[in-house]
């Protein structure tokens, strides 16, 4: 990585997006796109601050921006529609050479998001960012006025909070023994995989209290909600191999650390042991305390039930709850966690998979095998989801795992596999398949960077930029995407803004 790459600004500095958009006579560059724009012709010199007005009517998160030769006004009715004028304003604005006044192109835009819902999951687990490097991911996020930050903060290979209580959560489960080595990809399903480890130890990695206030501070000041993810009943082998007795069969845990290799995981939390669900009790119960926004992620995904079928507590939660079989456990639990948070003000969004079975409409779903399952993996697709009353954030791995091959001619970093090119995630619409009348169940949507094969922060930017610009217009401008032709005309002039503000962008090509 070269040096200059590594110089940083966030939100509250403007200056290199602003130098990098300064194109003497280039036409306004906006990712995404606002959904109404005219540019009036001339331009505006300002030395002060715009005019901002409150103005009831004006659609959530949405704003106007009038820059006129005699001055800039924003019109919103909510704080953040200002926000999200100002960050419009910040990519059009050039500098004066010799006075370094600020010049804008006159120009009347109306814009407002599409959906609510515009996300960024960031995968804590597999590979631990830190504070700073979540914090540049949020600010990067403001700039493209996406406004949800889903933290996947427990998962098989680390749990990253700290929880009164549970001490060896932060002490044990927050290292890991090795990982794998880069270039290989060991998997729990191998017989064995230790060559292809690194032998190095990982952590002690996660988040305490003030780290976490911190963070959610920090969020807030940009706009956006973090949306803290607790895996629950699978992907929990890291809290199971610090706590044996939360498992079916603690003795398979006994010793044992978080996993090295990556899968699914038949070792899951013990749905019939009332200790196992008031552990997770007590988990949520501080996470809804530290975390002020509306939704909480109970993941939900890849949960097999091979152990609860042969566990006589789990067998017997069956019996005692009047349940067909171990496949209605895993239902019996989200609606037990569905009123746990209800009864603290919020609501459960969890992976598609967690809608299967009994589970009450007031469960938000999170579709990712939209477009393909994988073989004997059973799912509800985005139309049965929402016919069933569920609403729905939208992230197929078809067009949203950038964890996928970007299909670049050369490219330096590892992906998980698939393939998921800049025009494709360009292509992502929330709305695909869903009729009209259902649509309102549509949240919106968000790109997921999983981190199994990603090992720093440059590896993330690269893989995070160009296509979160294709996703944020996805969720931002929605149905009024100018098309990919014009897209990535803009993206050519944005990357120079990235690049400038040190983001190791993958290039358009
Ligand atoms: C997932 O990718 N397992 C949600
Ligand atoms: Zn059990």
């Known amino acids: 990585m070269k040096e200059s790459n590594k110089a940083r600004c966030g939100v509250a500095s403007f200056a290199c997006a602003a130098i990098a958009a300064s194109i003497a006579g280039a036409a306004p560059v906006i990712v995404p796109a606002p959904r109404e724009m005219s540019v009036t012709g001339g331009e505006c010199r300002m030395s002060g601050e715009p005019k901002v007005e409150t103005v009831a009517g004006i659609p959530p998160e949405g704003y106007e921006l009038s820059v006129t030769k005699d001055g800039v006004t924003i019109r919103s009715s909510d704080a953040a529609g200002a926000f999200y004028a100002r960050m419009t304003l910040a990519q059009i604005e050039q500098r004066d050479a010799k006075t370094k006044a600020k010049v804008y192109p006159c120009l009347e835009i109306r814009d407002a998001p599409q959906y609510k819902w515009r996300g960024v999951l960031i995968d804590d687990c ?27 903060l427990t998962d098989d290979q680390g749990w990253r909070l700290d929880i009164p209580g549970y001490p060896e ?26 060559s292809l480890l690194n032998w190095e130890k990982y952590g002690p990695y996660f988040y305490t209290e003030a780290d976490i206030r911190e963070m959610v ?11 803290p993810e607790i895996e629950l009943p699978g992907h ?60 909480i992620h109970i993941g939900g995904d890849e949960c097999p039930q091979v152990r609860w079928k042969d566990c006589p507590k789990c067998q017997a939660r069956v019996k005692a709850a009047g349940l067909r079989s171990e496949q209605d456990l895993q239902p019996w639990l989200t609606r037990h966690f569905l009123q746990f948070l209800a009864a603290r003000g ?25 477009g393909g399952g994988g073989a004997g993996h059973k799912f509800l697709t985005p139309l049965e989801c929402v016919k069933r009353g569920h609403d729905l954030v939208m992230t197929p791995r078809t067009h949203c795992y950038l964890d996928y091959g970007q299909g670049l001619a050369d490219d330096p970093y590892q992906y998980i596999g698939g393939r998921v090119t800049l025009e494709k995630a360009y292509s992502f619409d929330p709305c695909e398949g ?14 997921n960077n999983w981190s199994e094969y990603t090992w720093n922060e440059y590896d993330l930017e690269w893989k995070m930029w160009p296509r979160t610009c294709a996703i944020a217009e996805a969720v931002w401008t929605g149905d009024k995407k100018p098309g990919f032709a014009d897209f990535k005309a803009r993206m050519a002039q944005h990357r120079r803004r990235l690049l400038a503000s040190g983001v190791n962008c993958a290039p358009i090509e």
């Not at 552990?279 to 926004?293: I, K, Q, S, T």
């Not at 869903?434 to 790109?447: D, F, M, N, S, T």
């Open 236 to 295: 929990v082998y890291a809290a199971l191999s610090a706590y044996p007795e939360l498992a079916c069969f603690p003795e398979r845990l006994k010793g044992k650390g978080p996993l090295c290799a990556w899968g699914i995981e038949k070792d899951v939390l013990c749905v019939g042991n009332d200790k196992a669900v008031k552990f997770m009790e007590d988990v949520l119960d501080y996470v809804c305390r530290l975390f002020p926004g509306d939704t």
């Open 434 to 447: 869903i009729p009209q009348e259902l649509r309102a169940h549509i949240l919106g949507g968000q790109g």
């Open 169 to 194: 959560l932060a002490r044990h489960s927050s290292v890991r023994a090795a990982s794998a080595k880069h270039g290989t990809r060991p998997h729990v399903n191998m017989k064995d995989y230790s």
């Open 346 to 370: 919020r609501r459960a969004v969890g992976w598609d998979e967690y809608l299967l079975g009994d589970v009450p409409q007031s469960a938000i779903g999170m579709s990712w095998r939209a």
């Open 126 to 152: 597999r590979h631990f960012f830190g504070k700073e490097k979540v914090k540049r991911v949020m600010d990067l996020m403001a700039r493209h006025k996406l406004n949800r930050l889903h933290w996947h």
């Open 217 to 227: 501070a920090y969020a807030a000041e940009r706009h956006i909600t973090i949306v």
